[in-house]
């Protein structure tokens, strides 16, 4: 069950970074961010797991469809980049790959006997507002000035 | 999850972020590399609460996960509204064709 999701995860993101057309990357986005979800839910995150459903499917994939349909003439641009190639990036992006394959299989992770699945939200509440009072809040105002920022650049400009 | 080990949800962050890496660098269209780097975000928060999971006191990574959650919200907003700002200015999202600040 477990593979059948991450598979899928995977399957998506690879649909992500290869997809010709931006609009079908977005939708496999949309499937990849599920499968991470889904993949939440096994480690027994159910909290993180809505947040990820509310936030990142509810909020930023449809922010992201609205400028994938705003920007017309958008499949127009071409897929890969001149600056760095294909064959280079994919160079790079195997010798990181394996790098931190290594790194996964070669460590002795200090792996904890799992705790039985206890619901989180209680546990991260008090965390919240506990020892993570001033992230939080911090968190707050910089969603705070993220609204005004985005409405400051996104507005057109009064051209006098 | 009993049965599943550790490694198995780490080698799945590890495919996520290396095609998100890919995304980022092959793209030339900003939503893309937009949506590549939401792909190294999830990759990241994949291994926080796998390791949180793992290690016996799971809420720390959780935290740190949605932390990471709300700030990708925040960068896809501000990232989407530069972007529309640009298409504004220079009719096109091709990254190349921004090389200048103003138009």
């Known amino acids: 069950m477990f593979y059948a999701f991450a598979?899928?995860?995977?399957?998506?993101?690879?649909?992500v970074a290869f997809s010709g057309n931006i609009v079908y990357s977005a939708f496999a986005l949309l499937g990849m961010l599920f499968g991470?979800?889904?993949?939440?839910?096994?480690?027994?995150?159910?909290?993180?797991?809505?947040?990820?459903?509310?936030?990142?499917?509810?909020?930023?994939?449809?922010?992201?469809?609205?400028?994938?349909?705003?920007?017309?003439?958008?499949?127009?641009?071409?897929?890969s980049n001149r600056s760095v190639g294909r064959f280079p990036a994919f160079a790079l992006v195997a010798a990181t790959a394996v790098i931190m394959a290594r790194a996964i299989f070669k460590t002795r992770w200090p792996v904890v006997d799992?705790?039985?699945d206890t619901p989180t939200t209680h546990a991260i509440g008090n965390g919240f507002l506990g020892p993570y009072v001033l992230p939080f809040e911090l968190a707050s105002f910089v969603l705070l000035a993220v609204l005004v920022g985005a409405i400051v650049v996104s507005r057109k400009e009064l051209r006098s | 999850m009993p049965g599943v080990?550790?490694?198995h949800f780490l080698v799945v962050g590890l495919a996520l972020f290396a095609l998100g890496l890919y995304t980022v660098l092959t793209r030339r269209n900003a939503i893309g590399i937009l949506m590549g780097i939401e792909l190294l975000l999830n990759a990241a928060n994949v291994n926080y609460v796998a390791f949180a999971r793992y290690s016996g006191t799971p809420t720390d990574g959780q935290i740190f996960a949605i932390f990471v959650i709300?700030?990708?919200?925040?960068?896809?907003?501000?990232?989407?509204?530069?972007?529309?700002?640009?298409?504004?200015?220079?009719?096109?999202i091709d990254v190349d064709a921004t090389h200048a600040l103003r138009h």
């Open chain 1, 7 to 15: 598979a899928f995860t995977v399957l998506c993101a690879a649909g």
């Open chain 1, 36 to 79: 991470v979800a889904a993949l939440y839910v096994f480690l027994a995150a159910d909290f993180v797991a809505g947040a990820q459903f509310l936030i990142y499917i509810g909020g930023v994939l449809v922010l992201i469809l609205f400028a994938v349909m705003l920007t017309h003439r958008i499949a127009d641009v071409a897929v």
């Open chain 2, 70 to 92: 709300m700030l990708a919200a925040a960068e896809a907003a501000v990232g989407l509204a530069i972007v529309l700002g640009i298409y504004q200015n220079f009719e096109s």
């Open chain 2, 5 to 7: 080990p550790l490694q």
């Open chain 1, 114 to 116: 799992t705790l039985p």
